[in-house]
C-alpha cells in the first residue's frame, strides 16, 4: 500500500516542480518586454507558458498559469502605454491570453474525464480477468506453477486465452486453450469452457471421456447469432494434460492447440501430437477422433504451455517469435523467474507491444521431492 501511495505521490511532486518553468517563462517574458524599446514587443510570447502547463498539469494548474500571464500581459500594457493604461494592441493580446486560457482548461477538463473513463475500464477488466481466469495457484500437489496472460490492449486485460487447473487424487489437470474471436462474445465462450473444466475434470476418470464432454458442453453454446439471422461458427483450440503425482508420463489430448514443450537443462523438446483433434466446439465429429498420447516429464523438467498468441508474435520486420530457439539455454526451472524473463524477452522482440492476446504455463517438477 506505501509503495502505491509513494507512486502516486511521485508525479504529483514533480508536476508541482515543473509549474516552475511557465511561472519563470511569464516573469522573464514580462521583465524583457518592459525593458526592451517601445517599437519591440514581446507579449504574444507569454501564451507559451498556458501551453506547456496540460504536459504536466491538471485544469487548475492551466487555469492558474493562463490567469498569471492575463495578468502580466495587464501589467506590461499599464507600464508601457501609461497614458492610455491598455492600447488596443495590448486589450486585443489579453483577450487572446484569456480564449487560449480557456480552450486549455477545457481541453484539459475532458483529458481528466477520459483518463477517469479508461482507468475504470481498466479496473473492470482487471476485476473480471481476476475472476474468470485467476492466476494458477504456485504449488499443485508435487509440481509448481506461474501463469502470465499478456493482453493485446492496454484497456482490456482480459481475451479469448484461457487456462486452468484442477487437482486429481492421483494428480493434476491442466487445460490451455484460445477461443476463436475477440471480444466478450470470446470472453464468455472462455468462461463457459473453464466452468466445465472446473467441474468434471475431477470426475472424469479417462482424458478421453473429458475431452468428450467438454465438447458436448460447449458445442451447441458456441454459435453466435449473425446479422442474417443465421449462426456463426466459433470453436476453441485447446491441450488438456494428466500429470501424475508420481514420476510417470504426463497424457495429453491435443485439439488443434499449439504443442507443448518440455526444456530439460536449457534443451527444449516440442512435443508434437501424432493424432491432434479438430478444436472444441466442431459439431459431428465422432468422439474416437479424440487421441490421447504421453510424453515424459521427468523431476528437474519445465514443461510450457501456450496460445498461439505467442508464436504468432512478429518482431517489426514481420518474422514470428521462435520459442523454442529463444528459450534454448536457459537455465532454472523456478516457473515465476522463467516467465517473468519470458515476459521481458517477448515483449522486447515484438517493440513492446502485441497484436493478440497471449498466455503462458509454466510447470515444474522439482528434481528433490517437496513435503
Known amino acids: 500500500m506505501s509503495q502505491r501511495l509513494e507512486g502516486h505521490r511521485r508525479p504529483a511532486r514533480e508536476g508541482r516542480a515543473l509549474v516552475a518553468i511557465p511561472i519563470a517563462w511569464i516573469i522573464a517574458v514580462t521583465v524583457v518586454d518592459v525593458l526592451a524599446p517601445p517599437q519591440i514587443h514581446l507579449g504574444p510570447l507569454l501564451v507559451a507558458a498556458p501551453a506547456l502547463t ?8 492551466v487555469g492558474a498559469v493562463a490567469a498569471l500571464a492575463v495578468i502580466a500581459q495587464t501589467v506590461i ?10 492600447s488596443a494592441n495590448h486589450e486585443a493580446q489579453i483577450i487572446a491570453l484569456v480564449l487560449v486560457g480557456t480552450s486549455l482548461v477545457i481541453f ?10 479508461l482507468k475504470q475500464v481498466r ?6 480477468q481476476r475472476v474468470v481466469l485467476p492466476p494458477l495457484p504456485r504449488q499443485l500437489g508435487p509440481l509448481r506453477t506461474a501463469s502470465l496472460y499478456l493482453a493485446a490492449e492496454a484497456e482490456a486485460q482480459i481475451g479469448g486465452d484461457l487456462y486452468a487447473a484442477v487437482r486429481t487424487p492421483s494428480g493434476t489437470r491442466l487445460i490451455v486453450g484460445d477461443v476463436r474471436g475477440k471480444g466478450m462474445t470470446a470472453v464468455r465462450d472462455a468462461a463457459l469452457l473453464l466452468g466445465a473444466f472446473r467441474v468434471t475434470a475431477r470426475g472424469q476418470e479417462d482424458l478421453r471421456d473429458l475431452v468428450t464432454y ?9 454459435a453466435e447469432p449473425d446479422g442474417a439471422g443465421g ?4 470453436f476453441i483450440t485447446a491441450t488438456v494434460l494428466d500429470i501424475p503425482d508420481q514420476e510417470g508420463r504426463v497424457q495429453l489430448v491435443s485439439c488443434g ?5 518440455v526444456l530439460r537443462e536449457g534443451r527444449p523438446t516440442t512435443m508434437n501430437a501424432r493424432h491432434p483433434a479438430p478444436p472444441l466446439g466442431l459439431g459431428g465429429l465422432a468422439d474416437s477422433r479424440y487421441h490421447v498420447e504421453s510424453f515424459p516429464f521427468e523431476p528437474g523438467d519445465l514443461l510450457l504451455l501456450y496460445t498461439d498468441g505467442v508464436t504468432e508474435a512478429r518482431d517489426p520486420a514481420g518474422t514470428f517469435y521462435p520459442l523454442a530457439e529463444r528459450v534454448t539455454g536457459w537455465t532454472g526451472t523456478d516457473p515465476d523467474a522463467f516467465l517473468g524473463r519470458f515476459r521481458q524477452d517477448l515483449l522486447r522482440y515484438v517493440g513492446g507491444r502485441l497484436d493478440d492476446d497471449a498466455a503462458m504455463v509454466a510447470v515444474e517438477r522439482p528434481a528433490v521431492p517437496r513435503a
Open 54 to 61: 496540460p504536459s504536466f498539469g491538471g485544469p487548475r494548474t
Open 77 to 86: 500594457g499599464v507600464v508601457r502605454d501609461p497614458a492610455e493604461l491598455l
Open 108 to 117: 484539459c477538463v475532458l483529458r481528466e474525464r477520459r483518463a477517469k473513463e
Open 123 to 128: 479496473y473492470v477488466s482487471e476485476s473480471a
Open 214 to 222: 467438454l465438447d458436448r458442453g460447449v458445442r451447441g453454446d458456441l
Open 231 to 234: 449462426y456463426e461458427e466459433t
Open 257 to 261: 492447440h499449439p504443442p507443448p514443450i
